[in-house]
């Protein structure tokens, strides 16, 4: 019932690197709806984390869906190797610059769901000729590239936006929350519209277990 009502991914960046495996199969255990994993580049974000194989052996690893954020310059140069992961979600950043839609259409046609991101200096409204053809939008609240950040509240109005269009255009695209998600926001994050929040240090931290983290953020959400 969990997942069903409200779906958290765990974000793998967050976890412990020498111990990935287990927290995986840690957060599956506990409730997660998919692991989400964010690959940067150095360019794009500061940081360097996973390359492709880390997803493929996810892919292995786990039952759930797979979620690859790519915070990458370039993720058309990139791509194929990220859809012959197994994949079942890429998504990729407006701010690239990268022609969306052609993008979008190609990740669709590999049977991969296409993923739009939009960071938090970013107009939602820039997204409304994309919105028709993509699975699902990432709303970022927290500047990418670093874990650990404090959501940005202001961010979430940008539902509001998503969510009215999804209504008025008969549109099923999903919305996620990615960012400084805790136990003492996630509430917020649901009831302004999201259907999947990301959760990093909220779930795999040196201060709980990951079963008594992904609890605690389940118990905030009981009606």
Do not use: W
Not at 43 to 72: A, C, R, W, Y
Not at 157 to 164: A, D, G, N, S, V
């Amino acid at each position: 019932m969990k997942n069903k009502l409200y779906k958290i991914a765990p974000s793998i960046l967050a976890a412990d690197p020498l111990n990935i495996e287990r927290d995986a199969l840690l957060a599956e255990k506990s409730g997660a709806y998919r692991l989400s994993v964010d690959v940067m580049d150095g360019h794009f974000v500061s940081d360097i984390t996973f390359g492709s194989n880390i997803i493929s052996e996810l892919k292995k690893l786990v039952n759930i869906p797979v979620e690859v954020h790519l915070m990458i310059s370039n993720p058309d140069h990139q791509i194929d190797n990220f859809i012959n992961t197994g994949a079942d979600v890429i998504t990729f950043h407006y701010e690239t610059g990268v022609d969306i839609t052609n993008l979008t259409q190609y990740i669709k046609n590999k049977n991969v769901n296409a993923g739009l991101a939009i960071s938090p200096d970013t107009k939602i409204e820039n997204l409304t000729p994309y919105l028709k053809d993509i699975d699902e939008v990432t709303v970022m609240t927290v500047i990418p590239g670093k874990g650990g950040q404090s959501l940005i509240l202001d961010c979430l109005k940008k539902i509001q936006f998503l969510t009215e269009f999804r209504k008025n255009e008969s549109s099923d695209f999903l919305i996620q929350v990615d960012g400084g998600v805790k136990k003492d926001n996630i509430t917020n994050v649901f009831n302004a519209g999201a259907d999947i929040a990301v959760a990093g240090t909220a779930v795999f931290n040196n201060h709980s277990t990951v079963e008594d983290n992904m609890n605690a953020l389940f118990d905030k959400l009981k009606v």
